[in-house]
């Protein structure tokens, strides 16, 4: 039987705050010595992470606020499915739990500049009836120097379970056309932007050049995004193979209500992945852990 998660808030330890965010929704403000989070319950969207008051993630300034509907920009969250479902496409795309609202499980301070906050969420009648597994998910946010979000899925099923997931993360950029990403040297991708053709990148840094819509397989190398005249992120990861590279560039972008207005050029995503061949199978009562740690050097 698992413990009701807590719902009152008034006896947060020091550096959390807990209030209403952007559309009333519930939003954790996370301070430390240094660096700053904000993460929204619905869907446990990181939205925000400074450090020394410097924004390191990308969150539209047209995003939706609203209970059930996806922000745009931060790190989604996405399970169990990656993308469209395969084969119903009355599903949400991204899986069941990217706008969903989940629990405060634990608010830990741990030293002057580092935090921790766990959420929870668990299946239910309603995630049955579009995934017909039970399961737990259990994601820690860690905040401090770097940005660390570790998601837990346990099975609480009879049977195995086999997921997708992602933490869809947005950088902040200064502009995309001048940007490079290095580590997916040599690695074998779908590319989503031409039919999921296969394809893979020479021995060269990534360059974006047009819309971009990459899922590179079988890697657990961490990613080195840099840019003339600022600090190099540093994107690393534990628990995933795949690496997800995404810009929808100018017409997708524009197309979008909650990423109009020119932003497009001011974010890239990285994300810490499990896709296409890098599916996860967890046997009953077992875990999986995927974690993403985000690092301005
Ligand atoms: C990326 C996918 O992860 O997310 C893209 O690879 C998709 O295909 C993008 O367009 C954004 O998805 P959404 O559902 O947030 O618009």
Redesign the pocket.
Known sequence: MQSEPSTDFSHAPEGFTVGPGYGGLTRVLVTVEGAEAEIYLNGATVTRYDVGGQPVLFCSKTSKYEAGK?IRGGVPVIFPWF?PHPTDSSQP??GLVRAADWRVDSMRRLAPDAAELTLTFESSEATLAAWPFDFGLRYTVSVGKRLEMALKVTNRSMSEIEFHE?L?TYLAIGDVHKIAIAGLENCEYAD?VDGGARRRLGAESLRLKGET?R?FVNTSAACRLSEPGRPDVLVSKEGSLST?V?N?WETKAEAMSDLAGGQWPEMV?V?TANALENVIAVSPGASHTMKAIIERL
Do not use: M
Request: a negative charge; one cysteine or more; aromatic letters at 8%.
């Open positions: 996806a993308g795309q991204h992602a869809h989503k819509d899922v997800v995404w929808p995503c994300e």
